[in-house]
């Protein structure tokens, strides 16, 4: 008699069981069986779901940003304010390194493995686009004496480095000033705020009456 599957329920444990193991380990070190195991399923019946290891690797890593991405975009191209994308891309990119703390060292360790996969995977054609329009959101808010001259690659540098950098720095700056998970994650949310307004202060023409 056949064992009946529910495949919702199984693809999910699949896909837990290998967040788990890809983010540990990353792609080269990742095992099939491992998963299997994890997910209490055997070898077989993983296949069925995924015919191989890239394919569940390019399915873990395209979730992992599957909102992130199109909210950004789309925020990006309806904002006309500057200030308010700096301020939203803060927030979100923050919140997606909450949501996923083992996410910006397994990004890391994979962008120096194979970037070229990992561009693709994140961006799926949609970075050319969003670049483009905050490039020229930036250009219109320097050429309007809003903002001090900059160039855009530094910009996007300092953002994203000041909101990636403490959740890869976690571990050593734990044991350094000895703070507790609980109060990292407070730390992240004041974040959101002191990031956003770190950047704009830096960058913004303020009028002197």
């Excluded at 529910?6 to 491992?34: C, N, P, V, W």
């Excluded at 001090?148 to 403490?166: A, H």
């Amino acid at each position: 008699m056949a064992v009946q599957v529910d495949e919702s329920h199984a693809r999910t444990r699949i896909l837990e069981a290998a967040r788990q193991e890809f983010f540990k380990k990353g792609y080269e070190g990742a095992r099939m069986q491992a998963i299997a195991d994890a997910a209490g399923i055997n070898k077989a019946l993983l296949h069925y779901y995924f015919n191989n290891k890239e394919t569940l690797f390019n399915e873990i890593f395209e979730a992992s940003f599957r909102k992130f991405i199109p909210h950004v975009e789309e925020m990006i191209m309806q904002e006309e304010d500057i200030f308010i994308i700096i301020k939203k891309f803060v927030h979100a990119y923050i919140s997606l390194m909450q949501s996923q703390p083992s996410l910006p060292l397994f990004l890391f360790h994979e962008i120096n493995k194979d970037a070229d996969r990992v561009f693709k995977l994140i961006f799926n054609n949609a970075q050319p686009t969003m670049m483009l329009h905050l490039f020229q959101k930036v250009d219109k808010a320097q050429k309007k004496n809003l903002i001090k001259p900059i160039r855009f690659e530094q910009l996007v540098m300092n953002i994203m480095s000041m909101c990636v950098f403490p959740f890869l720095a976690k571990p050593m700056m734990q044991r350094v000033m000895s703070f507790t998970d609980s109060v990292f994650d407070d730390m992240m949310e004041q974040r959101k705020q002191l990031v956003a307004d770190f950047i704009i202060d830096s960058i913004q023409i303020k009028n002197i009456q």
